[in-house]
């Protein structure tokens, strides 16, 4: 089992940066992969990227490449999401989630934290 809390979210103004964090607890040994989504009112879960556990390899959503940035601290068992210039569209629910290495399942994440709210006012 692996449980994953976000934190970091809040309301900002236009052009402003945020930074969110995800620290997973439990079986981080066994940590493959992690990856943010965002949820916006009556839209669909959109995946944002993810980073490999092992490596810090980073790959991006085309549409926030160069405005958000993905990177991970393995001692504190932290994932962020550095978000810059952020937009009224970012708006949404962020959430991270984690696929472990001996994974079963055919899903590409094992475990989803709770989600912190971002709401970039205009």
């Known amino acids: 089992q692996v449980q994953l809390v976000e934190s970091g979210g809040g309301l900002v103004q236009a052009g402003d940066s945020l930074r969110l964090s995800c620290v997973a607890s439990?079986?981080?040994?066994?940590?493959?992969?992690m990856g943010w989504f965002r949820q916006a009112p009556g839209k669909e879960r959109e995946a944002l990227g993810a980073?490999?556990?092992?490596?810090?390899?980073?790959y991006y959503r085309d549409s926030i490449e160069g405005r958000f940035t993905i990177s991970r601290d393995v001692a504190k068992n932290t994932m962020y999401l550095q978000m810059n210039n952020l937009k009224p569209e970012d708006t949404a629910v962020y959430y991270c989630?984690?696929?472990?290495?001996?994974?079963?399942?055919?899903?590409?994440?094992?475990?989803w934290g709770q989600g912190t709210q971002v709401t970039v006012s205009s």
């Open positions: 439990g079986r981080t040994f066994s940590i493959y992969r």
């Open positions: 989630a984690a696929r472990l290495d001996d994974s079963s399942t055919h899903e590409p994440y094992d475990y």
């Open positions: 980073i490999f556990w092992s490596n810090s390899k980073t």
